[in-house]
């Protein structure tokens, strides 16, 4: 119907959506955050939803889309507009211009791994926990933060800075933990932002003891290795900052040794666009933006 189009001489001049990223820009393993006018959300447009690279991406509650720009998204420039979900019927005149911007990033190999059922049954698990996320609310209102406190060690590494960076292959940050003249490993693990618990995981195959925290609006944060959990139920609210587990070597960091593996994924309701970002970019990009 034209009435879901062009529904009033208002709506007509106003910009029915705005780019939040600086410059229009974002790089591949970053995020690209869009809000929806408030005018456009009203009961009387039919699911609006902004599409770009292909996919349509529906608001939370507040009108905004935050869009997970995976490292197979290739660099270059995008139209975004504003259509309806699923028929991708253009619902305002308004088009913006992003672009991908290229970064490299380490490319990881690793060994053989035999699937077991056990891992099968843990992925079933996972998957089922982001497909119940609440993609409707935002929980967070204030900037995000690092999951550990930075202390200086005596031969000049830092603990809660990188062992091993993002990158194809390694969807999360490494985490520096341990102190090699003392041994000492496990430290506090801090939420990165206010959210719900969504899974507690214990002694998955690769992860180890994992605690997945969901902030709404897609996006999901994710701490593995743990020794201890301090969270004692899923659907148990935390604040940003809140203490969630102490860091351990459980999972795969046996092999590897102590540390905090930290993901960020951001991802949409309907599953189709569902990437994990540079977490640390990640925050760098939000706090920036979510002033």
Do not use: C
Not at 63 to 90: A, C, D, H, S, W
Not at 168 to 196: E, M, S
Not at 234 to 241: A, L
Request: charged residues 25%; positive net charge.
């Amino acid at each position: 119907m034209l009435s879901l189009v062009f529904l009033t001489n208002a709506q007509a001049r106003a910009q029915s959506f705005e780019v939040l990223n600086p410059d229009n820009s974002v790089e591949q393993g970053g995020v690209l955050v869009v809000r929806i006018a408030l005018q456009w959300q009203s009961p009387a447009v039919f699911n609006p939803a902004i599409s770009v690279f292909g996919r349509h991406y529906l608001p939370n509650k507040y009108g905004e889309v935050f869009m997970g720009i995976g490292l197979n998204i290739e660099p270059g420039k995008y139209i975004v507009t504003l259509v309806e979900y699923g028929r991708g019927f253009q619902l305002s005149r308004d088009e913006k211009e992003v672009e991908v911007v290229q970064k490299d990033f380490p490319t990881r190999i690793r060994g053989p791994f035999t699937l077991t059922p056990k891992w099968e049954r843990e992925r079933a698990v996972i998957k089922k926990m982001f497909d119940g996320g609440d993609y409707n609310e935002k929980y967070f209102d204030d900037k995000f933060i690092r999951p550990l406190d930075l202390v200086a060690l005596a031969d000049g590494r830092v603990v809660g800075e990188t062992s091993y960076p993002f990158g194809d292959g390694h969807n999360g940050v490494d985490l520096i933990t341990r102190d090699p003249a003392t041994g000492r490993h496990q430290r506090p693990i801090k939420a990165t932002n206010l959210g719900r618990v969504a899974l507690i995981a214990q002694n998955y195959s690769t992860e180890g003891n994992m605690v997945i925290i969901d902030h709404g609006s897609g996006i999901f944060s994710v701490y593995m290795h743990l020794s201890r959990f301090l969270v004692s139920k899923v659907g148990q609210i935390v604040k940003r900052g809140e203490v969630i587990a102490m860091s351990g070597d459980t999972g795969s960091a046996k092999r590897g040794g102590p540390h905090l593996h930290f993901s960020v994924k951001v991802r949409t309701r309907d599953g189709k666009s569902d990437f994990y970002v540079d977490p640390l970019g990640f925050i760098d990009t939000l706090n920036g933006i979510l002033k």
